[in-house]
């Protein structure tokens, strides 16, 4: 009697496991050694920000744009944004760019942080799809390599990380959060899909990597919405580019590039990694605007760029803090809405003069013209004059 009992309890206590499992959702599996089974940003950065590079690129007079980039192969191939590299105002790249490597400490001042850049060359770009291939010249040997993740394995609502420069803020910043929602085409180019993430993506971050919660790279950060068309001030709307988009412009950008996947192993581009790896060739300029652009169904094949290189620029200096440590005073605060409320009686009193033309020739409402006295008093101006 006391063994059947005991076989029951157990069943009893088994299948209300199994339930509490069922509500909980499938259990997570680990994809392979290393990997932790929770979401851990901290196991994220250690791992990944090594391979995470800053891109400099400067025109002869100093000027140019700062943005974020991955090492994708050991030999110094790095995946960034085209508008990272592209002078705008010129019509062509910027003749100058530099890639600077993680220290292994950060220390927090770019002086120490930037003290060797690494000449780079362009190798192709497509400002359409806004991809560019760089090539470190130089590099030191056994580069960490950021791994292509699975972007069609991604689901909304997973979580995501980010690793660049954001303006104003520090090098090699991690920020966090989770996959939004999904837009194909963005911007009408065909083929450009992306990810909406609310993780914090500032101008700094573009062409650094989204990483999914294996440590892999499913997206390059290229955009972000602040403005919308009326003026309203827009959050957390931030695109990446797919990383299916961008082993498919690899494959035809680079078809010697091997790079590494989101099982940590070289892969072939379009099944050529044992080719020696060409040299780029001068063309002509960036292409046209009615270039091809890579689809999902046909990637296009960007236009190769090479570029003379030039001394390596000084460091950036430090970032200057344009935000007032007590933006606001109490004194000042007070005298603000003191004189809104000046400004809303005046109106009101208006408003009634106008509506009502023989309103000050007869008594007024009981209290209503104590009220425009007091507030009259207490913002020491006058009222305006009756129209």
Request: charged share 15%.
């Given at each position: 009697m006391r063994k059947a009992t005991t076989k029951l309890l157990l069943a009893v206590l088994a299948l209300s496991a199994l339930g509490f499992q069922a509500l909980?959702?499938?259990?997570?599996?680990?994809?392979?050694?290393?990997?932790?089974?929770?979401?851990?940003?901290?196991w994220i950065y250690k791992k990944d920000a090594p391979a995470v590079v800053l891109i400099m690129a400067l025109d002869a007079s100093g000027s140019g744009e700062l943005g974020t980039g991955s090492i994708v192969n050991a030999d110094g191939s790095v995946i960034t944004n085209a508008h990272v590299i592209f002078n705008k105002d010129a019509g062509m790249p910027f003749p100058t760019i530099n890639v600077y490597l993680k220290p292994a400490k950060l220390t927090g001042n770019r002086n120490k942080d930037l003290r060797h850049p690494y000449p780079a060359s362009i190798v192709q770009y497509n400002r359409e799809i806004d991809l560019?291939?760089?090539?470190?010249?130089?590099?030191?040997?056994?580069?960490?390599?950021?791994?292509?993740g699975?972007?069609?394995?991604?689901?909304?609502?997973?979580?995501?990380?980010?690793?660049?420069?954001?303006?104003?803020?520090?090098?090699?910043?991690?920020?966090?959060?989770?996959?939004?929602?999904?837009?194909?085409?963005?911007?009408?180019v065909p083929g450009k899909n992306v990810f909406q993430t609310d993780a914090s993506i500032n101008r700094g971050?573009?062409?650094?990597?989204?990483?999914?919660?294996?440590?892999?790279?499913?997206?390059?950060?290229?955009?972000?919405?602040?403005?919308?068309?009326?003026?309203?001030?827009?959050?957390?709307?931030?695109?990446s580019i797919k990383s299916s988009v961008v082993k498919r412009w690899l494959a035809s950008a680079a078809p010697a590039l091997a790079?590494?996947?989101?099982?940590?192993?070289?892969?072939?581009?379009?099944?050529?990694?044992?080719?020696?790896?060409?040299?780029?060739?001068?063309?002509?300029?960036?292409?046209?605007?009615?270039?091809?652009?890579?689809?999902?169904?046909q990637p296009a094949a960007p236009r190769i760029q090479t570029h003379p290189l030039m001394p390596a620029p000084?460091?950036?200096?430090?970032?200057?803090?344009?935000?007032?440590?007590?933006?606001?005073?109490?004194?000042n605060l007070i005298k603000f809405e003191i004189a809104r409320m000046n400004r809303m009686g005046n109106q009101m009193r208006s408003e009634i003069r106008r509506r009502l033309p023989q309103a000050h020739?007869?008594?007024?409402?009981?209290?209503?013209?104590?009220?425009?006295?007091?507030?009259?008093?207490?913002?020491?101006?006058?009222p305006i004059p009756g129209q």
């Amino acid at each position: 009697m006391r063994k059947a009992t005991t076989k029951l309890l157990l069943a009893v206590l088994a299948l209300s496991a199994l339930g509490f499992q069922a509500l909980a959702g499938p259990v997570y599996q680990k994809p392979g050694p290393g990997v932790p089974s929770r979401w851990s940003p901290r196991w994220i950065y250690k791992k990944d920000a090594p391979a995470v590079v800053l891109i400099m690129a400067l025109d002869a007079s100093g000027s140019g744009e700062l943005g974020t980039g991955s090492i994708v192969n050991a030999d110094g191939s790095v995946i960034t944004n085209a508008h990272v590299i592209f002078n705008k105002d010129a019509g062509m790249p910027f003749p100058t760019i530099n890639v600077y490597l993680k220290p292994a400490k950060l220390t927090g001042n770019r002086n120490k942080d930037l003290r060797h850049p690494y000449p780079a060359s362009i190798v192709q770009y497509n400002r359409e799809i806004d991809l560019a291939l760089l090539q470190m010249q130089n590099p030191p040997p056994d580069l960490p390599v950021m791994p292509f993740g699975d972007s069609s394995r991604i689901s909304l609502g997973d979580h995501v990380a980010a690793i660049g420069h954001p303006e104003e803020g520090g090098l090699w910043t991690l920020t966090t959060g989770v996959v939004s929602t999904v837009l194909a085409n963005l911007d009408g180019v065909p083929g450009k899909n992306v990810f909406q993430t609310d993780a914090s993506i500032n101008r700094g971050n573009s062409g650094g990597p989204l990483i999914d919660r294996d440590g892999a790279m499913i997206g390059i950060n290229t955009a972000m919405a602040r403005k919308a068309p009326d003026g309203l001030a827009i959050t957390s709307v931030n695109f990446s580019i797919k990383s299916s988009v961008v082993k498919r412009w690899l494959a035809s950008a680079a078809p010697a590039l091997a790079y590494v996947d989101d099982s940590g192993s070289p892969t072939a581009a379009a099944g050529a990694a044992d080719q020696t790896r060409p040299s780029p060739a001068p063309s002509a300029p960036d292409e046209s605007p009615a270039a091809t652009v890579a689809s999902d169904a046909q990637p296009a094949a960007p236009r190769i760029q090479t570029h003379p290189l030039m001394p390596a620029p000084q460091p950036a200096p430090a970032p200057r803090i344009i935000t007032p440590r007590r933006p606001y005073r109490i004194q000042n605060l007070i005298k603000f809405e003191i004189a809104r409320m000046n400004r809303m009686g005046n109106q009101m009193r208006s408003e009634i003069r106008r509506r009502l033309p023989q309103a000050h020739q007869a008594a007024p409402p009981s209290g209503m013209e104590s009220s425009f006295q007091e507030m009259d008093q207490m913002s020491g101006q006058q009222p305006i004059p009756g129209q």
